[in-house]
């Protein structure tokens, strides 16, 4: 059985990467993890019922227990570096939230993976996170 799962609902083809890597780098071998790729109205939706928050979300983490989790990117956010996406997810599947200690391990991932940057937005923008705590960018 494999603790790693992909899923596209989408028409565009999902965006390639080392995700299996990535993931078991943050959050081990053995963590059963789907990474769901959607659109702005399944996020949105999600953000609605779990965050009471009514906008499309770039990014959602959901633990399911503490050893399994799914992480929903939404493919409209072209502004956003898909694997720093993922990785915010991861982090906070492990338990982080948004502040300096999650910035720093982002930092750290970011330059282990030799990925350039968080996101065209946030190069733009200077904005280091743009929502506030939870499981959502």
């Known amino acids: 059985m494999s603790n790693f799962a992909v899923v596209n609902l989408t028409r ?8 299996p890597k990535y993931k078991e780098t943050v959050l081990g071998r053995d963590y059963e993890l789907s990474l769901v790729f959607c659109g702005s109205t399944r996020t949105r939706t999600l953000n609605r ?9 770039n990014v959602l983490s959901f633990p399911l227990s503490k050893n399994a989790g799914e992480i929903f990117i939404n ?8 694997s720093y996406l993922f990785i915010h997810g991861l982090l906070h599947l492990k ?27 946030h ?3 200077g904005h280091r996170h743009h929502l506030g705590a939870s ?3």
């Open 123 to 125: 190069r733009r923008t």
């Open 135 to 137: 499981h959502c960018l």
């Open 75 to 82: 493919l409209d956010a072209r502004d956003f570096n898909f």
């Open 12 to 19: 565009r083809p999902a965006p390639r990467g080392p995700w």
């Open 95 to 121: 338990g982080l939230d948004h502040g300096s200690r999650m910035e720093a391990e982002e930092r750290k991932l970011l330059t282990l993976f030799g990925i350039n940057g968080q996101s065209q937005h």
């Open 49 to 57: 019922i779990h965050r009471s928050k009514d906008k499309p979300a």
